[in-house]
T-cell receptor, first 113, second 111 residues
Framework: AQKVTQAQTEISVVEKEDVTLDCVYE???????LFWYKQPPSGELVFLIR??????QNEISGRYSWNFQKSTSSFNFTITASQVVDSAVYFC??????????FGPGTSLSVIP | DADVTQTPRNRITKTGKRIMLECSQT?????MYWYRQDPGLGLRLIYY???????NKGEISDGYSVSRQAQAKFSLSLESAIPNQTALYFC??????????FGPGTRLLVL
């Protein structure tokens, strides 16, 4: 069965600090997708990134970067030089091929000015 | 216009009432989902549909039913609402790589 763990329930950082959000997943499939979503205080859910299991290349998008490591079943998300607008709940998610998406419990990030 | 719309956005109802939450999408996706969000519990899957003739239960389907009227429409019903169904409900569509596109959510309060 698939499972997603986000051990950090809440994180607080001061603006401009770097922060890493952890995500550990479990799956028996060799083909799967991993995702990160952002839910700002306004409540909508915003897609950030998708990774398939065959692509372990790390990705950087502006201040955001993702570290996918199959050896440790982790897909961690780092925000560099955090800003107040980064304050949100972040969800990691997993989908096995041709199957539903399972979300982790989320990590609430507060960036303090 | 939004790609995924939900109606109503807010709803207050009483215990025992039947209510329906509606979801429409213009993304042309076959896959649609209903999730429930409670504080500290993340998103939990209620029902999902991979096409009009395919409906599947998620992890918390008890007390809920769904109807997939067309590719673009997926409705969630609470047959007899109870207070612990008070939550934020999200509809989503999924593309072939399972990227989810969410509606704005419906806040439901059951008194």
């Amino acid at each position: 069965a698939q499972k997603v763990t986000q051990a950090q329930t809440e994180i607080s950082v001061v603006e401009k600090e770097d922060v890493t959000l952890d995500c550990v997943y479990e799956t028996r499939d060799t083909t799967y997708y991993l995702f990160w979503y952002k839910q700002p205080p306004s409540g909508e859910l915003v897609f950030l990134i998708r990774r398939n299991s065959f692509d372990e290349q790390n990705e950087i998008s502006g201040r955001y970067s993702w570290n996918f490591q199959k050896s440790t079943s982790s897909f961690n998300f780092t925000i560099t030089a955090s800003q107040v607008v980064d304050s949100a709940v972040y969800f990691c998610a997993l989908s096995e091929a041709e199957d539903k998406v399972i979300f982790g419990p989320g990590t609430s990030l507060s960036v303090i000015p | 216009d939004a790609d995924v719309t939900q109606t109503p956005r807010n709803r207050i109802t009483k215990t025992g009432k039947r209510i329906m939450l509606e979801c429409s999408q213009t993304k042309g996706h076959d896959r649609m989902y209903w999730y429930r969000q409670d504080p500290g519990l993340g998103l939990r899957l209620i029902y999902y549909s991979f096409d009009v003739k395919d409906i599947n239960k998620g992890e918390i389907s008890d007390g809920y039913s769904v109807s997939r009227q067309a590719q673009a429409k997926f409705s969630l019903s609470l047959e007899s609402a109870i207070p612990n169904q008070t939550a934020l409900y999200f509809c989503a569509t999924g593309d072939f790589q399972e990227t989810q596109y969410f509606g704005p959510g419906t806040r439901l309060l059951v008194l």
